[in-house]
T-cell receptor, first 116, second 109 residues
Framework: DVKVTQSSRYLVKRTGEKVFLECVQD?????MFWYRQDPGLGLRLIYF???????EKGDIPEGYSVSREKKERFSLILESASTNQTSMYLC???????????????FGDGTRLSIL | QQPVQSPQAVILREGEDAVINCSSS?????VHWYRQKHGEAPVFLMI?????EQKGHEKISASFNEKKQQSSLYLTASQLSYSGTYFC??????????FGQGTRLTINP
């Protein structure tokens, strides 16, 4: 089974801090994703990466950056955390993924981040 | 860019049927369906590809209407274990999978 591991289940940080959320997958997947989940808004894509050192903006990239130095690891960075970034963050990976393929996404358990 | 799901919430008794719809403003090539139980990660249910047949998973099946740019998820004879939030996902661009806002399904005994 694919295992997507997020470094923390719960995290509390202060406004203005630089925050790192880490995600590791163990199945040599090409694609990795970061989503933010808020009540009533579903899963919103922040950034995704389809190869090492490659990244693409999702729908809500403002205030975030990402890093993918190794294939198995995808990091989400909050450059200067703000209270409106309090949310559940979900990482996902897929073997490869295009609109024409049948590869599912596999999700981590999520990190509930609170910015005080 | 998010697909639109309807209804937003459904409450059923065990054994009843439900339909969840997912509509896109853009031409669909594929639709993903996932279920998320409270406090857990979303879990993959099925993918429907353009031109593909209706698919099934346990007593859950789905259809894909290319002309209407819509997919529907059918839950037949619902079980308590079907409770959760269901998400559909569609592609904007070749590799960008975006999800709907979710449909919360509650099954009561």
């Amino acid at each position: 089974d694919v295992k997507v591991t997020q470094s923390s289940r719960y995290l509390v940080k202060r406004t203005g801090e630089k925050v790192f959320l880490e995600c590791v997958q163990d199945m040599d997947h090409e694609n990795m994703f970061w989503y933010r989940q808020d009540p009533g808004l579903g899963l919103r894509l922040i950034y995704f990466s389809y190869d090492v050192k490659m990244k693409e903006k999702g729908d809500i990239p403002e205030g975030y950056s990402v890093s993918r130095e190794k294939k198995e690891r995808f990091s989400l960075i909050l450059e200067s955390a703000s209270t409106n970034q309090t949310s559940m963050y979900l990482c996902a990976s897929s073997l490869f993924g295009t609109a024409y393929s049948n590869q599912p996404q596999h999700f981590g358990d999520g990190t509930r981040l609170s910015i005080l | 860019q998010q697909p639109v799901q309807s209804p937003q919430a459904v409450i059923l008794r065990e054994g009843e049927d439900a339909v969840i719809n997912c509509s896109s403003s853009k031409a669909l090539y594929s639709v993903h369906w996932y279920r998320q139980k409270h406090g857990e990660a979303p879990v993959f249910l099925m993918i429907l590809l353009k031109g593909g047949e209706q698919k099934g998973h346990e007593k859950i099946s789905a259809s894909f209407n290319e002309k209407k740019q819509q997919s529907s998820l059918y839950l037949t004879a619902s079980q308590l274990s079907y409770s959760g939030t269901y998400f559909c996902g569609t592609f904007w661009g070749a590799q960008k999978l975006v999800f709907g806002q979710g449909t919360r399904l509650t099954i009561n005994p």
